[in-house]
């Protein structure tokens, strides 16, 4: 399966769900923020891009060495 395929598939998939959560809100909020339509899927989604972003930060300022690391003999 193509790789445009598959991100429109998800994309639609996002779309759906975001509409899903409009039309069947929360009936039972715990917090202030769960009567906000929708904003559980707002958290996951900047929340998970986020994690990506600094994970690859990590991953380029900390975690990686340069290529001839261990050549340097």
């Known amino acids: ?3 445009t395929i598959r991100r429109r598939i998800m994309l639609a998939a996002i779309l759906a769900l975001f509409l ?3 039309l069947f809100p929360n009936p ?9 339509p ?5 958290f996951g ?3 998970s ?3 990506i972003v600094f994970a690859k930060w990590l991953g ?3 975690l990686l ?9």
Do not use: A, E, R, S
């Open 65 to 73: 060495k340069d290529k001839d690391y261990y050549n340097n003999d």
């Open 60 to 62: 380029h300022n900390w």
């Open 45 to 47: 989604f900047f929340g």
């Open 38 to 42: 929708v904003f559980d899927i707002f």
């Open 20 to 22: 899903l959560g409009f």
């Open 49 to 51: 891009i986020l994690l």
């Open 1 to 3: 399966m193509k790789t």
């Open 28 to 36: 039972h909020p715990h917090f202030w923020w769960q009567k906000i």
